[in-house]
């Protein structure tokens, strides 16, 4: 090596390790290792530590002198060019081409080899990518033991790449974060036996004043190229909820999450956002649930109008495409120091670059079936959160108009965590419930891109039903008619579904009320879900639908006490064709008038024989004996099943849930004896 203790130095001290007995024991039971160097700049001086032969050197030389750091076991450094540019732009358009590379983690050597064997250097380690870009994502600290190889290396060919016309962006990944900041878990023990030859914390060779330390505390986390993104990790929706632009969560990274206390970060709630594990340095959430990584994906695209993201941070064998080619993982695992690829982007197109110089198109990532939004709030496991933005009184006012008007909504699954935030709007609709209701049931319709680009189907509707009024006996109401819902589910695989929801209505940011609502699937998720058609037009009589569904339908209202629901006219009835039956199928919905619900406002219609809604009357279809004996059987054998359902509908109060369960008893008690239930049932 060509020492620095031939310069001429103001002070040059030759630190031996005599003080550190575990030290001298590495180095002399082990190949004696080297490090460094470590650079700090002390104004007219420059003070450079390094380690030669497991012994620790120290020397601080004038500027004047410096001349260039070179030996066969280090880093080739030029004294007197330890400048480096700080850039403050993070978005590129029209490159022609561009190689990423992540994750290196001390493994130069193998780096070096990927470089040359795709022309982004040369034999000697010269950049030879000409205008193109090269961006590291992160993550050269740690594990490995080259690592001070790897910073002097990119440090030098990012000065040689603007000179070409290129770039080198060096992005931030959490193991830069992580040593800056004194968390030292992954560490090659090389590093560990530096810090105690010097009896220095090894955060403290990053220090400011330091080139290296000041040099990768100017990296971005993110950048932006031909309107992709690059990160080390990822960006995830609670980081796109900020609504800082790349520049603004750069610079905060800059000036207030890079060499500090960890304590001190988290206690700011939005540092702790970006620093933490939904930040963009450790997010995985892409990986971890294929379901919220869709949403998150198209989400975070759609809001920053980019078209993939690239990251590394989680280790797979090779590169892979996830959510249609929109998010391309690069971290291949060179980490593990046998191989790597990288991924290169010519003109448009994408391909993997293996380490022998050869290139393959990158393969079509597995297509994920879309999933609507109702779908999604369906399937969570405890109640979601809707908060509906708009003008209340308007609503209330208007809702005979049927007219639609401006909402933002805001759902949250039940751990708190938003899933949607779009605009949309919303308008009353129903019949009785809109006239006789403070609050009628609504439509709310999103913008079908917008769903598609945040991961969600193309369903853009919802049916939303709320308490008629303010009073607990309206919400245990709409809980009633939310049982019924799961009831006929029991009864017909193929019914409507609903589900609660958790609902608060805003205006002008003022809470102005706040209950449990139910969502009732409509016809178009229903024909999605099901792979149905609607029948939506001509006449269809009761002999002429499929004849099981049909005959759970009617004894089920009539078991519910509804009469508030008619074949010919389709009113609360959903008429489909499914594919695996002949016939179209009567589903029924909207069970408000039911004896079982009890709506104050229900009363029977005036051309049927009965004074009150409670009064169980049977529609004059015809039914064979064999159908019906058939039916009785049926219902009999659900007994235990619906009650089950009422019993487990905990949400009602004691009292509703029994008074609930009284009133099917004496339909139950019925069917013991069907005789007398026929003489009752068919009387006309």
């Not at 960890?262 to 971890?288: A, K, M, V």
């Not at 941070?313 to 980490?335: A, E």
């Not at 709409?478 to 006929?488: F, H, M, Q």
Request: charged share 25%; aromatic share 12%; glycine share 6%.
């Amino acid at each position: 090596m060509l020492s620095l203790l031939n310069f001429p130095s103001i002070r040059n001290t030759l630190i031996f390790s005599l003080l550190i007995l575990p030290v001298l024991m590495f180095s002399q039971q082990r190949t004696p290792y080297y490090d460094g160097p470590y650079i700090y700049d002390e104004q007219d001086s420059i003070q450079i530590q390094w380690v030669e032969k497991g012994f620790g050197f120290d020397t601080l030389i004038a500027k004047i002198d410096a001349t260039i750091f070179e030996g066969d076991s280090f880093p080739r450094v030029d004294l007197t060019d330890l400048d480096y540019e700080e850039h403050d732009e993070y978005s590129f358009q029209d490159v022609s081409k561009v190689v990423a590379i992540s994750d290196i983690h001390g493994q130069y050597d193998l780096m070096l080899e990927l470089l040359k064997a795709h022309n982004v250097i040369d034999e000697d380690h010269n950049w030879i990518l000409g205008d193109g870009h090269l961006v590291v994502i992160g993550d050269n600290f740690d594990r490995g033991e080259k690592v001070l190889d790897i910073l002097w290396f990119l440090f030098n060919l990012q000065k040689e790449a603007v000179k070409e016309g290129g770039r080198l962006h060096v992005l931030l990944g959490n193991h830069e974060a992580m040593v800056l900041n004194g968390d030292l878990r992954y560490l090659n023990r090389k590093y560990i036996f530096t810090t105690a030859i010097y009896t220095t914390p090894y955060q403290d060779f990053f220090r400011e004043g330091s080139i290296l330390g000041d040099w990768i505390a100017s990296h971005p986390a993110i950048i932006e190229i031909n309107n992709d993104l690059y990160v080390h990790a990822g960006i995830s929706p609670d980081v796109v909820r900020l609504g800082y632009s790349i520049d603004t969560i750069n610079q905060i990274f800059k000036e207030s999450l890079l060499r500090r206390n960890e304590q001190d970060i988290i206690q700011d709630s939005i540092h702790s956002i970006l620093y933490t594990e939904n930040g963009p340095l450790w997010y995985r959430g892409y990986f971890d649930s294929l379901d919220m990584a869709y949403d998150s994906i198209n989400y975070v695209l759609n809001r920053l109008e980019n078209n993939k993201i690239i990251v590394g941070h989680t280790s797979m064998d090779s590169i892979i495409t996830l959510f249609n080619n929109r998010i391309l993982d690069i971290d291949c695992s060179i980490k593990l120091g046998k191989t790597g690829q990288v991924l290169i982007i010519e003109n448009g197109e994408y391909f993997i670059g293996e380490i022998d110089g050869s290139r393959n198109p990158i393969p079509e990532s597995p297509q994920v079936e879309k999933k609507s939004l109702f779908e999604t709030l369906w399937e969570m496991d405890g109640l979601p959160k809707m908060t509906i933005h708009t003008d209340v009184g308007r609503m209330i006012k208007k809702k005979y108009d049927e007219i639609y008007q401006p909402a933002k909504v805001i759902i949250e699954n039940p751990d708190g965590k938003i899933i949607l935030e779009l605009p949309a709007r919303l308008r009353a609709r129903g019949n009785m419930r809109k006239k006789v209701c403070r609050y009628p049931p609504i439509k709310v319709d999103f913008s079908k891109s917008d769903l598609d680009s945040i991961g969600f189907h193309k369903n853009d509707k919802l049916k939303v039903v709320f308490p008629c009024k303010d009073r607990d006996s309206d919400q245990e109401m709409l809980y009633k008619e939310k049982v019924l819902y799961d009831i006929y589910t029991a009864i017909d695989s193929n019914s409507i579904r609903a589900f609660r929801i958790d609902i608060v209505l805003m205006e002008e940011g003022k809470e102005k009320n706040h209950f449990v609502g139910i969502i009732v699937e409509d016809e178009a998720e229903y024909a999605r879900r099901k792979n149905a058609i609607i029948v939506e037009k001509g006449k269809l009589r009761a002999a002429s639908l499929e004849r099981v569904p049909f005959l759970k339908m009617d004894f089920f209202q009539y078991m519910i006490a509804n009469t508030d629901w008619s074949i010919a006219n389709k009113h609360n009835v959903e008429m489909v064709k499914l594919p695996d039956l002949q016939r179209v199928v009567s589903l029924p919905y909207d069970f408000d008038y039911s004896g079982f619900v009890g709506q104050r406002y229900a009363v029977p219609h005036e051309s049927l024989p009965i004074e009150s809604v409670h009064d169980r009357y049977f529609f004059s279809y015809k039914v064979s004996d064999a159908e019906f004996n058939a039916m009785v059987n049926y219902y009999a054998s659900m007994e235990d099943e619906i009650n089950a359902i009422i019993d487990g509908a905990t949400y009602m109060k004691e009292k509703t849930i029994k008074q609930s369960k009284e009133y099917l008893e004496s339909f139950f008690k019925a069917l013991k004896n069907p005789d007398r239930m026929k003489k009752r049932m068919l009387r006309d």
